[in-house]
């Protein structure tokens, strides 16, 4: 992910605002030759909205839920009918059911940006899931859908949401993709879909939550505030899976200190899980071994490094020392990276005397360059080990179970979202914390409910915790927050313990987010 902090130079402005002037003296097409009528432009086709509904059912715990699937898109549009945007979704909705409004509704998003739905959609939630096994047992290729015994279906009804360019949704002929590409413009686009589904499947009165992960819970925790600012639409419940509201957490900058006093942790954790840890620290959980990187994490780690050039050479020492008993390096290398462990370099060092890296995704997973000597790892092998399966699967059900036909590409993890705007976040660091921090005291029946995976290293669990630590929350609303830990990494259901865990805890959430009185 790309630094959050962005500048418009002044030779851009300078350059637009030529092209600007060149274009106001240019000829309209009636000047260009006298007498002539100009031609008229023909303009590109408008996309027409398709839906396609079939029927299906699965048996979750035991029971046999019949549930119909719609696959289709939803044209965005100004108040004047003018299109602009081609979104598409995946929908399921429990059959044989009374009364709607009284059954949970959930919209669901992955992140990126630039990521379609389809991680969460088959992956944890969605009626089927991916069977590709599991780091250090994975399945080969041609890959096979199964029945998701665990997903959220019994619980609550689904939405599947794909921002503009990624999977099908893209922006209508003649329309810059650019005006949606952007943390503001996101979330508009995406509660527009979202008031648009609520409004003609008619569940506005139905009890409402948004699941996001990675940048969507960026996205979800921006949604929270909007939804109730632009359409006075209140939530229940929102689920943050991987979260990251502060950039400033996770932004290995100079002169930003924070990101290796949060990431800590997490690489003491997968030291443990890859067995670079000393003896003591080895022999029990992984719990163990994080408690005491916290401590020293929020301690004497904080200490050093805001002591800074001015930390004696004996204290250094210490330090020194500690670090390479907490992540695995040997102090001769923390030494030389001036105690400061960028998380590139950690991937490549840790298991470089295998010749192996870890991935950034899930470092549980491991991969292997062409050069070993190098800095930097050449590819994240939990990505390389995910995507295929996701890819190939999504292509494989949207057409044989779904019957939703389409010669478009479906973008699963695309750079046609690129350049995205931060704006208004433009010379300092993304901070939507402060948004959901709002919408939950404005509403004091929304809860949230952060999953935590121990072996991400793309949004550490400390990093989440310090975040939602100072979240600046009321004292009678901070109960509204809840959270678990899962021996995991970013897209912790591809660990099956992992997924059982979190569809239980999910489950639970929403089930008693549905009931919750309001703080006082």
């Given at each position: ?64 839920i019949k549930y119909t699937a719609t696959a ?106 650019k005006q949606f590409h952007g943390v503001t ?89 890859h067995k670079r840890l000393p003896v003591d ?240």
């Amino acid at each position: 992910m790309k630094s959050p902090i962005r500048f418009l130079g002044s030779a851009a402005v300078l350059l637009l605002g030529l092209n600007l002037s060149f274009a106001q003296q240019q000829l309209t097409p009636s000047q260009d030759k006298a007498g002539e009528k100009p031609k008229e432009e023909k303009k590109p086709p408008v996309p027409e909205e398709k839906i396609v509904q079939t029927k299906h059912s699965l048996k979750i715990g035991g029971q046999e839920i019949k549930y119909t699937a719609t696959a289709g898109t939803i044209l965005l549009k100004l108040e004047d009918g003018t299109p602009k945007a081609s979104i598409f979704y995946v929908a399921y909705t429990k059959d044989d059911v009374g009364d709607a409004s009284q059954r949970p509704l959930t919209f669901s998003f992955n992140g990126g940006p630039g990521s379609a739905s389809v991680w969460l959609h088959l992956g944890l939630f969605g009626p089927r899931r991916v069977q590709m096994g599991d780091a250090g047992a994975l399945l080969p290729p041609p890959y096979k859908l199964v029945d998701n015994d665990v997903s959220l279906l019994d619980i609550s009804d689904l939405v599947f949401i794909d921002p503009v360019s990624t999977g099908y949704s893209r922006a209508v002929p003649g329309e810059a993709p650019k005006q949606f590409h952007g943390v503001t413009e996101d979330v508009e686009s995406v509660a527009d879909f979202i008031r648009l589904y609520a409004t003609r499947n008619k569940r506005w009165s139905s009890p409402k939550f948004l699941a996001g992960e990675s940048y969507g819970t960026t996205r979800a925790a921006g949604l929270s505030g909007y939804l109730q600012q632009r359409y006075g639409m209140y939530l229940n419940g929102i689920v943050l899976i991987s979260a990251i509201l502060n950039f400033e957490t996770a932004e290995f900058d100079t002169g930003n200190d924070l990101p290796y006093i949060l990431y800590l942790p997490t690489y003491t954790a997968i030291a443990w899980y890859h067995k670079r840890l000393p003896v003591d620290l080895q022999g029990g959980d992984v719990q163990k071994a994080v408690e005491e990187s916290r401590k020293f994490a929020v301690g004497e780690y904080t200490d050093a490094l805001m002591t800074g050039d001015a930390l004696p050479t004996a204290r250094r020492m210490e330090i020194t020392q500690k670090l390479a008993r907490l992540t695995g390096l040997s102090p001769d290398y923390i030494d030389r990276a001036n105690l400061r462990i960028e998380i590139q370099r950690f991937t490549k060092e840790l298991l470089r005397s295998e010749r192996r890296t870890i991935g950034r995704i899930d470092a549980r997973f491991t991969g292997i360059d062409r050069d070993a000597a190098g800095e930097r790892p050449e590819f994240d092998p939990s990505i390389a080990a995910i995507i295929g399966p996701y890819s190939g699967m999504l292509n494989d059900y949207v057409r044989n179970d779904l019957k939703f036909d389409s010669d478009l590409p479906y973008e699963v993890l695309t750079s046609r979202v690129r350049p995205w705007s931060y704006a208004p976040y433009e010379n300092r660091y993304v901070n939507v914390a402060e948004i959901l921090r709002g919408a939950m005291t404005q509403n004091p029946f929304l809860h949230v409910f952060v999953a935590k995976g121990y072996y991400d290293l793309a949004t550490p669990f400390f990093a989440a915790d310090y975040t939602f630590d100072h979240l600046g929350l009321d004292p009678t609303l901070r109960s509204h927050l809840s959270g678990a830990y899962y021996e995991a990494g970013h897209m912790m259901y591809v660990h099956p313990p992992s997924r059982a865990k979190l569809k239980a805890d999910i489950a639970q959430f929403i089930k008693s987010s549905t009931m919750a009185n309001p703080a006082k």
